[in-house]
């Protein structure tokens, strides 16, 4: 299958090379062409399908043509080696709890997809060694150098935000060592994307050194996010719950929704989608007024879902053709405050005994606001509440129990480099790797 840019000023890009340049050279997001639909015999019996089986059915329709079966299989089981159960929080609410891979977060599942399709790749052609760049407010920089860690030919390097991810999100990326290198960079998030977006651009640089991306914006990362919604429906199926299905996705950089909506092209019978956003609320405006005006991102409690310019804007707004009316006959927003999200998180534990993170809290209280008679809302459970521990802890007057895996990487040594936030600099380091 071919990908195309969403500025259509670049040629069509086979698999691999969407994987790997990430970004088109237009600098726009790449799109499949086609996506193909999954078969109605499959959607009859996904309930007796496990979540391994029913992502290969998935990837094989998605990515079948470019990725040799066998192998195909291999990547997506390894990928899904953990599960993504819906728990009911309360009737008609489920979580659907995305934070039992390595790095408690949904982040995981892209990212070890990406880093295995990569290797494939790289393995079957014999590339060069292959450097990923990655911008990070938190999750992504631990799932994308733990989905790599210790991947041969591969090189990572993690931008990310001084002062603005919470400890134990850092230990997560700068205590790993081997192939993996942390940049401490002095700026927030959007200033770490623009470093790594003008490191794409760069000339002399793409000469040096074979750079790609593994932001949500690479198609390796965000089209497999697209699994546990059809898993999701097959759990709620299984429950008699499935008919009015409403996926409710705390949103920042809008990867993760955007999979959910290619799902729904796809076949996938979701009725609606609520993108939930925290003060950042760009898209929120835009599903009101049909303008899209990105501005600085705001620092809050849900700080991965920190974005002022959601990159994945493009490719919602290509999918529809720009249409304003299709788009929010689909899709409804919510936006909320950081004193929201507390009165929230406490509200739920308090009536449910449900903890949630300061990300999913905003897609169950979207829920809680908006879903209507008959319907069974899903929200996905972003990250596992302990990688808050802190603000949780205050805010619910508890003591979230912290998981051995994130004990793990607490103890473990942190390396980093310190970086202004100059893309002088930051060429000048890479041109020296
Ligand atoms: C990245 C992230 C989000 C936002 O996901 P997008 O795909 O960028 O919209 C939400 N919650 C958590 C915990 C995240 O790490």
């Known amino acids: 299958m071919k990908y195309y840019s969403t500025n259509k000023q670049a040629p069509q890009a086979t ?13 726009g997001l790449y799109m499949p062409e086609t996506i193909n639909k999954l078969p109605k015999e499959f959607f009859d019996h996904i309930e007796d399908l496990s979540f391994q089986e029913i992502a290969y059915e998935v990837a094989k329709a998605w990515f079948g043509e470019d990725v040799e079966a066998e192998a195909l299989k291999q990547i997506v089981y390894d990928t899904l080696a953990f599960d993504v159960p819906a728990v009911k929080v309360e009737e008609d609410i ?3 709890e995305l934070f039992h891979g390595p790095t408690l977060a949904f982040k995981d599942v892209g990212a070890r997809f990406m880093a295995r399709l990569l290797q494939y790749f790289v393995k079957q052609e014999g590339l060069d060694k292959i450097n990923v760049l990655v911008a990070t407010s938190g999750d992504t ?5 733990n989905g790599f860690l210790g991947v041969d030919g591969i090189r990572v390097y993690v931008l990310y935000p001084k002062g603005k991810v919470s400890k134990i999100q850092e230990s997560q990326f700068t205590t790993l060592g081997k192939n993996i290198t942390a940049i401490e960079v002095d700026g927030v ?3 770490c994307q623009a470093l790594v977006k003008n490191a794409f651009m760069d000339e002399e640089l793409n000469k040096h050194m074979k750079l790609t991306s593994a932001n949500s914006i690479n198609v390796a990362r965000f089209l497999p996010q697209a699994f546990y919604y059809f898993y999701a429906y097959a759990q709620l199926k299984k429950l008699g719950k499935a008919d009015n299905m409403v996926v409710c996705v705390p949103s920042g950089n ?15 019978p979701v009725k609606r989608f609520i993108a939930a956003n ?3 609320d760009i898209f929120y405006k835009y ?23 959601p990159s994945n804007f493009a490719r919602i707004y290509d999918l529809f053709k720009g249409d304003h009316a299709k788009i929010t006959s689909l899709i409804s927003g919510a936006t909320y405050t950081d004193e929201q999200i507390q009165e929230t998180m406490k509200q739920c534990f308090a009536e449910t005994g449900y903890i949630l993170d300061p990300h999913g809290t905003c897609g169950y209280r979207a829920l809680k606001e908006g879903l209507k008679p008959g319907e069974t809302g899903v929200f996905l459970e972003t990250a596992h509440p302990a990688k808050f521990k802190e603000k949780v802890d205050a805010i619910i007057g508890g ?23 100059s893309f002088e600099d930051f060429k000048a380091f890479l041109m020296k790797e």
Request: charged letters at 25%; proline letters at 5%; hydrophobic letters at 40%.
């Open 94 to 96: 489920y979580s659907l």
């Open 287 to 309: 599903l009101q007024s049909g303008k899209y005006e990105p501005k600085p991102s705001k620092q809050t409690l849900a700080n991965a879902m920190d974005v002022g310019d």
């Open 278 to 280: 925290n003060a950042n």
């Open 15 to 27: 698999l691999h090379e969407a994987v790997v340049k990430g970004l088109a050279p237009d600098k």
């Open 141 to 145: 920089g631990s799932a994308v150098a």
């Open 189 to 191: 998030f959007d200033d």
């Open 254 to 268: 809008f990867g993760n929704i955007c999979a959910g909506i290619f799902g729904w092209v796809s076949g996938l």
């Open 399 to 421: 003591d979230v129990a912290i998981p051995e895996r994130l004990q793990a990487f607490m103890r473990g040594e942190k390396k980093n480099i310190e970086m202004k936030n």
